[in-house]
């Protein structure tokens, strides 16, 4: 249920948006129960991401990871205690962009759900580009 409540520093749950823009809406196919949330996280380079990552938003992450690509240096910060799933896909589309990344551009997922370690430890497990942080 959503109050309109808002914690300071993030914007609506229910929207996705551009890491570094406006706030943009999710597509209208996106069914009601499937929702993605990526907005800038506001001490730092980086996004909190809340919902889930599967086919109905693969859209919207895929589009966040390529801005992301683009940054010119050091670390991007991945704030994941609110993902609550992230399908193969996604993962994927997390672990390729990484491997485009340049010299001093990096990674770091905060507090990844298990099955993403999981699936970065069995399909990447040289990826270092890519920082696992328990909090």
Not at 7 to 30: C, L, M, Q, S, Y
Not at 76 to 105: K, N, P, R, V, W
Request: hydrophobic share 40%.
């Amino acid at each position: 249920m959503d109050t309109g409540r808002r914690r300071p520093g993030r914007k609506r749950e229910d929207d996705v948006n551009d890491p570094h823009e406006g706030h943009a809406r999710a597509d209208e196919a996106t069914p009601r129960n499937t929702r993605l949330s990526i907005c800038p996280l506001t001490d730092r380079a980086g996004v909190e991401v809340a919902g889930e990552i599967c086919l109905p938003t693969h859209e919207a992450w895929e589009q966040a990871l390529e801005r992301v690509a683009q940054r010119q240096h050091g670390a991007y910060y991945f704030e994941l205690s609110a993902l609550t799933f992230i399908d193969m896909a996604g993962a994927t589309a997390l672990a390729m962009t990484a491997q485009g990344l340049h010299g001093g551009q990096r990674f770091v997922l905060e507090c990844p759900p298990p099955a993403l370690r999981r699936l970065l430890e069995l399909f990447w497990p040289d990826l270092s580009v890519i920082e696992v942080a328990a909090s």
